[in-house]
């Protein structure tokens, strides 16, 4: 599967994010910059976390008018696999390609920590490697995660099941305690209704090898590559 | 023309800043302050936009780019007619 990575001025994950397509889950991989115009034919774009324009006016609400997110939205909308970690999921929501909009985190901490992640839906492209309830330890490292959706929409979105990770317990409960954001409905990753867009706050690529404490984040990265 | 605008999280939406501010103030003494809503301000300076396109033309501007609408509303005023 061809990957590709755009990088905006101030994201700063993009580097970590090549390093676990190429490196370690050994599959073609580039940088795409936002100036461009090209996808490259890139089966699936990923919007890597950062502070892409130095997080000015709203977290990714600039990005969002970079000439290459026009092409990625069209990609979108045709089908294509699209994920957007922390900045990136910011980005998508700010495009509207996911519901809801990010706030500042409840107790106004800037949060960079490990977290345990109750996988929900495992019937998408992203999760089918993983089982429904299901535990990962995967890092997050953000200020504006606080995720919110006006009611009729958190609705929406419950009843299609495309809430993908909640943040719990690692025996995965749901408590006011491990929702260390203040996110609506715990809510840490999210999936459009046709089911190719997907967004999440904590970093897969920064739990992809054993060395970084955890390898939990390629169930995620790794559920693309199936049928590739 | 010069317009200000004012974009704030909506009245229904937790603003914790304007709660620790808040605090802040009633720690210092100042137990008649109710509530606090912090926000952002722009101010834009427009070339020939007449007071009627000014009123459409802001709240365009608003809702596309300065305010999320899921999460923040804006009001806004002329400061100076050009």
């Not at chain 1, 504006?144 to 979105?157: F, Q, R, V």
């Not at chain 2, 709660?19 to 952002?40: H, I, M, P």
């Not at chain 2, 000014?54 to 007619?81: S, Y």
Request: net charge neutral; charged share 25%.
């Amino acid at each position: 599967m061809k990957f590709g990575v755009v990088v905006f001025p101030g994201s700063n994950c993009d580097r970590d994010t090549y390093y676990a397509l190429k490196d370690v889950l050994r599959q073609p991989t580039l940088f795409l910059w936002h100036k461009d115009h090209d996808l490259k034919k890139v089966d699936c774009v990923v919007l890597p976390g950062g502070f892409s324009y130095g997080d000015y006016l709203r977290a990714g609400a600039i990005a969002r008018f970079s000439p290459l997110m026009q092409e990625v939205a069209e990609f979108a909308v045709r089908g294509g696999l699209v994920l957007g970690i922390c900045n990136g999921f910011q980005v998508l929501t700010e495009l509207g390609l996911l519901p809801g909009a990010m706030l500042r985190n409840k107790n106004l901490k800037f949060l960079c920590q490990f977290v345990n992640l109750r996988l929900e839906n495992t019937d998408t492209a992203f999760t089918r490697n993983g089982t429904a309830g299901q535990v990962l330890r995967i890092p997050i490292a953000h200020f504006d995660g606080n995720y919110y959706a006006p009611p009729e929409t958190l609705k929406d979105i419950e009843s299609h099941n495309q809430v993908l990770l909640r943040y719990s317990t690692p025996e995965g409960e749901l408590t006011a305690e491990a929702n260390v954001n203040g996110s609506l409905n715990s809510i840490a990753g999210l999936i459009n209704k046709r089911g190719n867009v997907m967004g999440m706050m904590p970093h897969p690529e920064r739990a992809s090898e054993d060395l970084f404490g955890s390898r939990d984040g390629r169930v995620i990265l790794e559920s693309l590559l199936k049928g590739f | 023309m010069k317009v200000r605008i004012l974009v704030s999280l909506k009245e229904s939406i937790l603003d914790p800043q304007g709660q620790t501010v808040k605090n802040a103030l009633l720690t210092l003494g100042y137990d008649k302050v109710r509530d606090v809503r912090q926000g952002k301000v722009f101010e834009l300076d427009l070339e020939g936009v007449t007071e009627e396109e000014a009123k459409g033309l802001v709240p365009l501007i608003c809702d596309r780019v300065l305010a999320n609408p899921i999460i923040e509303e804006f009001n806004w005023q002329i400061l100076k007619e050009s």
